[in-house]
């Protein structure tokens, strides 16, 4: 009996390293891909430069108060003239502007204790549990410590190892650069495709 379970347990972690292998290969080949695309260096580049206005923006506003705004729209008038095109509203759409929960401000100390409810599995569709941050943040956060920027989705036709992989621009003000992101669909049947991301989040 002792000898069966070693050998399962030395077959499952044949299959968990092979995978974690098969992963990192996938992820190289996918950052290679990227850098020598002519067409996605462009879409970077002009991303980059169409939300060079807000970063600048979001700087001086850090400046002004010691922090971060907790929404874009604070930016408004004072700070910017208007959001830019791709800066929506909205989870799957768009600029996702966010901040992880440890650079959270909050007005309370009960607000700090709410933080919780959005940690660990949360059986919830995601768009009503987006909702739910989207209403805790505006009710309880004054701002962010530190802040990340994802663009919308590059488009164009894919091949080769960037089937079936977004691309985007993100940027962190931790760094305060510029780097492109990714998320890769893996598996060919839609229900059992699963999805790794790198600088930043699938939103698809």
């Known amino acids: 009996m002792a000898v069966k379970l070693k050998k399962g347990l030395a077959i499952a972690l044949l299959i968990i390293v092979s995978a974690v292998i098969s992963m990192v290969g996938r992820s ?31 700087e001086k506003y850090r400046r002004d108060h010691a922090f971060y705004p907790a ?5 408004k008038d004072e700070y910017l003239r208007s959001l830019p095109p791709q800066a929506k509203s909205g989870f799957t759409a ?36 987006e909702r739910e941050k989207a209403d805790f943040i505006s009710q309880c956060v004054s701002g962010y410590r530190q802040i990340s920027l994802q663009s919308a989705d590059f488009h164009h036709e894919t091949q080769g190892s960037l089937t079936n ?40």
């Open 94 to 129: 768009g600029l996702l502007y966010s901040a992880a929960a440890q650079d959270h401000i909050y007005k309370t100390p009960e607000c700090a204790k709410r933080q919780s409810e959005f940690e660990g599995w949360i059986m919830k569709p995601t768009s009503e549990l």
């Open 165 to 204: 992989v977004e691309q985007w621009a993100y940027y962190t003000s931790q760094s305060g650069q510029w780097i492109v992101g990714w998320c890769s669909h893996e598996g060919a049947r839609a229900r059992t495709r699963q999805k790794v991301a790198s600088n930043g989040v699938c939103r698809y």
């Open 71 to 75: 929404s874009l729209n604070v930016l």
């Open 28 to 58: 190289v080949r996918i950052g290679h891909a990227l850098q020598s695309d002519p067409l996605i260096q462009s879409q970077f580049a002009e991303a980059v430069a169409l939300n060079g206005p807000l970063i600048a923006a979001l």
